[in-house]
C-alpha cells in the first residue's frame, strides 16, 4: 500500500498545484519544476492509515507547524489552507503576489528518495540535514530525527534563500 501512495500521490499534488497556480497566476506553469514538487510533496508521505482521506492520525497538523510570521515572511499572507490527501499531511497558503507555498510532513526515510529523485543539492545550517533544487518552483526538504518537512514555492526562487532555511528551522523546532 505505501508503494501504491508513492505513486499516486505525487500525481494527485500535481494536480492541486496546477489548479492552485490557475489561480491568479498569469505565468505558464511551471513545467519540469512543477511536476518535481508535487511529486517531492508526494513522497514525504508517512505511509499511515487514515481510512482513505485526510492526514494520517500520527502526522502533525502541518498548517499549526509553520509560523505565521515566518509565512508571512515569505509570501506577504499567512492564512492556511488544509491541504492533505491520503496519508500526507499538507498545508497550501496563497500569497498576495501569486506565489503559493506548499508544505507537507512524513517521514525522514523519504528523504534520501525525494534527494536522489529530484537531484537536490544538499544545505548546511537547516535541521539535521536539508535538500533543495528548482528555479520556477523552489523545494527545500529537511529532516530533523524521525520527521521531514518539505517546502515548495512557487513563483520564482526566493531571492533570499536564508530567510526560506530560517522559516524551515523555525518549524521544525515545532515537531
Known sequence: ???????????????AV???????????SGGKDAVASE??????????????????KDAPD????????????L??????????VSGESRCEYSGGGGGNLVVA????DGFDYWVSTFQAKPVGGVGDKAAEWGDTIYGLMAVKGDHAL???????TPADK??????????????
Open 105 to 108: 510532513y512524513g517521514p525522514a
Open 75 to 84: 509570501l506577504g499572507t499567512a492564512k492556511p489552507r488544509d491541504a492533505s
Open 150 to 156: 518539505q517546502f515548495a514555492l512557487t513563483g520564482s
Open 18 to 28: 496546477a489548479l492552485l497556480g490557475a489561480c491568479g497566476e498569469d505565468e505558464p
Open 62 to 73: 502541518v498548517c499549526s507547524i509553520v509560523p505565521a510570521a515566518g509565512v508571512k515572511r
Open 1 to 15: 500500500m505505501v508503494n501504491l501512495r508513492r505513486a499516486v500521490l505525487p500525481a494527485v499534488a500535481l494536480i
Open 162 to 175: 536564508a530567510v526560506v532555511h530560517k522559516v524551515m528551522n523555525e518549524s521544525l523546532e515545532s515537531l
Open 39 to 56: 511529486a517531492a510533496a508526494g513522497a514525504a508521505d508517512d505511509g499511515g492509515d487514515d481510512g482513505g482521506d485526510g492526514a494520517s
